[in-house]
């Protein structure tokens, strides 16, 4: 494995009770850059982002995240030592404000300062700092969720469709975001939006049935013939 990554998950299972979800999946991850994850609904993307982070137990395989093994490794830890997430269901308190949302991320971070580079990075958050995050629009609480896991400043980032239920004018708002915090930072990014996600990742996987069925360079995926036929409903 390349002394380059961050993240390498090998041969990963994973499953819901007695479901078998994720079979010997293995993925790496730079230490700067983005790698998509696709596949149609139920292919095992969710999945495998909550077995990195460790919300869902790995059955096998190994995940090792900046030289530690942290197969067993408690969820908090994993946090502790760089992984944020960003799940697909809104990860913002909705009876909170904008501001709220941001003080509650830094104080558990213990950086209040970090604040204003979240701004910075998402300006339109800096003009609804007063407003309960529930009435935020789509695009807006996504936002809001990612800037809240950057407030840990992680050295990987997992993001579950950061652009699902985002009006189409904000999609590619959210994609320049992404394309600046790559030159930061590792993101893992699982997406159905597959220009904005081959835009952002240089390196690409494609999930069928909880397996890996394509793997190779962003270009490379987008050309293949066979794309379509592991994204087709």
Not at 172 to 185: H, N, S, T
């Amino acid at each position: 494995m390349s002394e380059a990554a961050i993240l390498q998950v090998r041969d990963l299972c994973a499953s819901y009770d007695r479901s078998q979800v994720l079979f010997g999946i293995s993925v790496t991850a730079p230490r700067r850059g983005a790698v998509a994850v696709l596949g149609r609904n139920g292919a095992g993307k969710t999945t495998l982002l909550k077995t990195i982070v460790g919300e869902v137990a790995a059955g096998g395989g190994h995940i090792v995240f900046d030289g530690y093994r942290a197969t067993r490794m408690p969820t908090e830890r994993r946090v502790r030592l760089g992984v944020g997430y960003v799940p697909q269901e809104q990860g913002v308190f909705g009876r909170l404000s904008v501001r709220e949302n941001l003080e509650v991320g830094a104080a558990a971070a213990g950086d209040r300062k970090a604040i204003d580079s979240v701004l910075s990075i998402f300006p339109k958050l800096g003009q609804r700092l007063g407003q309960p995050a529930a009435t935020l629009s789509g695009g807006e609480r996504k936002m809001l969720a990612i800037g809240r896991a950057l407030l840990s400043r992680p050295k990987l980032l997992l993001l579950d469709e950061p652009t699902e239920g985002v009006w189409i004018g904000v999609i590619e708002e959210i994609a320049e975001r992404l394309r600046a915090l790559v030159k930061e930072m590792a993101i893992v990014l699982v997406e159905q939006h597959l220009e904005l996600a081959l835009s952002v990742a240089e390196y690409a996987y494609v999930l069928d049935r909880g397996r890996v069925a394509l793997e190779g360079p962003a270009a490379s995926i987008r050309d293949d013939p066979r794309l379509l036929q592991y994204l087709a409903p």
